[in-house]
């Protein structure tokens, strides 16, 4: 089985510093991770993926996130926030073992960057 | 990519009426999803729509209360059906485009709104 956490419902960062959204996930084989963005009355937005390779991978609107297999987590980052960038984060995860092909989603972390 | 539309938007309705949602994506894909998320919640998985099969349910989901067919390989509906304050939801179609197994990106369309009163 293949499961996901976001430990923090709520994220608040001032515009300017830096910020970190948590996940970490369980599967039975490899993991492959992903983020997504739900802006106010919005589908969800794809952020970024980790299949293989290098454990930092980019993605859109300047985020990134880092794999660290030994801690089972792929904490979503940026280095500089913007308020635009308050929104609802989700993590999720799909196991390469097995022919289940759909995401197993978290619970969701509220970003709020203050002004 | 894949651009997904939605429709209704939103939609409210009466207890005991049923709703169909439709999902045009804008090229052919290989899966389609479709998942519930209610107010404040993350999401759950409804079913998983292949063109030409009968749709594969997750537990506590129905196919007498949400049946969803897949015509093609661009389009399927959700119907919600004999509906209760309880089915109030947003409704997201979702898709995968290619073959290379647990690697594809899933997009997802914009969300239908259901108020049941």
């Known amino acids: 089985a293949q499961s996901v956490a976001q430990p923090e419902d709520q994220v608040n960062v001032a515009e300017g510093n830096p910020l970190t959204v948590k996940c970490t996930y369980s599967?039975?084989?490899?993991?492959?991770l992903f983020w997504y963005v739900q802006y106010p009355n919005r589908g969800l937005q794809f952020l970024l993926k980790?299949?293989?390779?290098?454990?930092l991978v980019k993605g859109s609107y300047g985020f990134e996130a880092e794999f660290n297999k030994s801690q089972t987590s792929f904490h979503l980052k940026k280095p500089s926030a913007l308020v635009s960038d308050s929104a609802l984060y989700f993590c999720?995860?799909?196991?390469?073992?097995?022919?289940?092909?759909?995401?197993?989603f978290g619970s969701g972390t509220q970003l709020t960057v203050l002004p | 990519s894949a651009v997904i539309s939605q429709k209704p938007s939103r939609d409210i309705c009466q207890r005991g009426t049923s709703l169909t949602i439709q999902c045009q994506v804008d090229?052919?894909?290989?899966?389609m999803f479709w998942y519930r998320q209610q107010p404040g919640q993350s999401l759950t998985l409804i079913a998983t729509?292949?063109?030409?099969?009968?749709?594969?349910?997750e537990s506590g989901f129905v196919i007498d209360k949400f049946p969803i067919s897949r015509p093609n390989l661009t389009f399927s509906t959700l119907t919600v059906s004999n509906m209760s304050p309880e089915d109030s939801s947003i409704y997201l179609c979702?898709?995968?485009?290619?073959?290379?197994?647990?690697?594809?990106?899933?997009?997802f369309g914009p969300g239908t709104r259901l108020t049941v009163l």
């Open positions: 729509a292949n063109q030409g099969s009968e749709a594969t349910y």
């Open positions: 979702s898709v995968t485009k290619g073959l290379a197994g647990g690697t594809d990106t899933q997009y």
């Open positions: 090229s052919q894909v290989t899966m």
């Open positions: 980790y299949i293989t390779g290098d454990n």
């Open positions: 999720a995860v799909r196991d390469n073992v097995g022919s289940a092909r759909q995401l197993t």
């Open positions: 599967v039975s084989g490899n993991p492959y």
